[in-house]
């Protein structure tokens, strides 16, 4: 008995070993055998989808720790397809090596390709178990292949630029904030509510390097999703109040008087923003109660010296940016402050009573008031004293 123990106890042993190894020798993959995917593009021109695929060179990203720096390589390979699974279907001929989508970090979509529907793109990603949901996901007016190709500063690589780790710029300059996969999927599933998409373009102006243009990734406007159509496309210029309104904003700099050359640049940090219904009546009418600390950074010749005058041009400055923002929203039948969301998620019956509710909210009287109660803390100087506890509501 006992050596027939021993017996089935080595057999046991056995079949674990053969089991792990076997499973080790098929499933396990040398890293340089594989492609990296980085980021994904998605386009449609002339009846077809175009994907691409951004590969970087991870070998040229560890030399550029070295005493001599390399500039890294970018691979974009581009695919034609009914739909987005055959435009990739064609890149994997000419892979060399398998792909591998796990470490996808940024999604790219064009505005045409918006135009014929989200649906099918998201699905065709979700469905798929390597791509992971937490791509950062943007909408670009211009050729992919350019978004794609450019690179960050100092022979960096594109990893190190806004495509792949937007949260760096807006943690400084809040205006669009940036978006992943598994939120913009959620927020679509919610009845009534707009997503903002933050649109990529090249800024081919700014900078240079040994007076040659150095084209670099810019956040240029935004693009507007409801029930996965698109709405609109919003540039930069007209979504200045965008930043008051948005849940996540950090910091915003603002001068005041607005376009003056005596002015104050003042930076605002955390605004918090909430909607107030307070009537429905003929049709839904909202406040805005906006509360938020600033600061000052500069001043020329000594304008708005006196604190609450300066606190007071804020404001009007602030409340002259929301209320172009909600024009803007009209014009383009845009609903950028999500009010029917706000409708449906906090007063169902209203929302019930007037769905579709669309046109009901882009009444000229639809904002009824913007209160703002803003703090302004201190002067950015050693020079002057901190300015505390002089809170002043409009």
């Not at 604190?307 to 409340?319: F, G």
């Not at 009824?368 to 002089?390: A, C, G």
């Given at each position: 008995m006992r050596e027939l123990n021993s017996k089935l106890r080595y057999s046991l042993v056995m079949i674990v070993i053969l089991l792990f190894s076997s499973g080790c020798a098929s499933d396990v993959k040398d890293i340089e055998k594989l492609n990296y995917a980085s980021a994904l593009g998605v386009d449609y021109k002339d009846g077809k989808f175009h994907g691409y695929i951004q590969f970087i060179d991870f070998q040229s990203i560890a030399k550029a720790t070295e005493s001599k720096k390399q500039t890294a390589k970018v691979w974009v390979g581009e695919g034609v397809g009914n739909s987005l699974e055959e435009s990739l279907f064609s890149l994997y001929q000419t892979a060399q090596e398998r792909i591998y989508w796990g470490h996808l970090t940024s999604i790219v979509v064009s505005e045409a390709a918006f135009k014929q529907g989200f649906g099918e793109i998201y699905d065709s990603i979700a469905r798929y178990h390597e791509f992971r949901l937490t791509s950062w996901v943007f909408g670009t007016r211009e050729p992919m292949r350019d978004i794609l190709s450019t690179g960050g500063f100092l022979g960096q690589s594109p990893l190190s630029t806004i495509l792949h780790e937007p949260e760096g710029t807006y943690a400084q300059n809040s205006f669009i904030k940036p978006i992943k996969?598994?939120?913009?999927?959620?927020?679509?599933?919610?009845?009534?509510?707009?997503?903002?998409?933050?649109?990529?373009?090249?800024?081919?102006?700014?900078?240079?390097?040994?007076?040659?243009?150095?084209?670099?990734?810019?956040?240029?406007?935004?693009?507007?999703?409801?029930?996965?159509?698109?709405?609109?496309?919003?540039?930069?210029?007209?979504?200045?109040?965008?930043?008051?309104?948005?849940?996540?904003?950090?910091?915003?700099?603002?001068?005041?008087?607005?376009?003056?050359?005596?002015?104050?640049?003042?930076?605002?940090?955390?605004?918090?923003?909430?909607?107030?219904?307070?009537?429905?009546?003929?049709?839904?009418?909202?406040?805005?109660?906006?509360?938020?600390?600033?600061?000052?950074?500069?001043?020329?010749?000594?304008?708005?010296?006196?604190?609450?005058?300066?606190?007071?041009?804020?404001?009007?400055?602030?409340?002259?940016?929301?209320?172009?923002?909600?024009?803007?929203?009209?014009?383009?039948?845009?609903?950028?402050?999500?009010?029917?969301?706000?409708?449906?998620?906090?007063?169902?019956?209203?929302?019930?009573?007037?769905?579709?509710?669309?046109?009901?909210?882009?009444?000229?009287?639809?904002?009824?008031?913007?209160?703002?109660?803003?703090?302004?803390?201190?002067?950015?100087?050693?020079?002057?004293?901190?300015?505390?506890?002089?809170?002043?509501?409009?």
């Open positions: 996969l598994h939120r913009l999927l959620g927020e679509l599933n919610e009845p009534g509510y707009t997503s903002c998409i933050p649109v990529l373009a090249l800024n081919k102006k700014q900078w240079k390097e040994k007076n040659k243009i150095e084209p670099k990734l810019m956040i240029d406007g935004a693009i507007f999703l409801k029930n996965e159509v698109l709405q609109s496309y919003i540039p930069l210029k007209k979504l200045s109040g965008l930043r008051w309104i948005q849940q996540g904003t950090i910091r915003a700099g603002i001068s005041v008087p607005k376009n003056s050359p005596e002015s104050v640049q003042v930076v605002v940090e955390n605004p918090k923003s909430k909607l107030k219904l307070v009537s429905t009546e003929d049709k839904p009418k909202y406040n805005i109660d906006l509360k938020a600390k600033g600061y000052i950074v500069s001043r020329t010749k000594k304008s708005l010296s006196e604190l609450h005058p300066l606190m007071d041009e804020t404001k009007k400055a602030i409340e002259q940016e929301i209320v172009e923002l909600f024009r803007t929203g009209r014009d383009t039948h845009t609903d950028i402050f999500n009010l029917e969301h706000n409708l449906y998620r906090h007063h169902y019956r209203q929302w019930k009573a007037i769905s579709p509710a669309k046109e009901q909210l882009y009444s000229e009287n639809t904002i009824n008031e913007v209160k703002i109660d803003l703090n302004i803390v201190h002067s950015s100087s050693e020079k002057f004293p901190d300015i505390k506890n002089q809170s002043h509501s409009k």
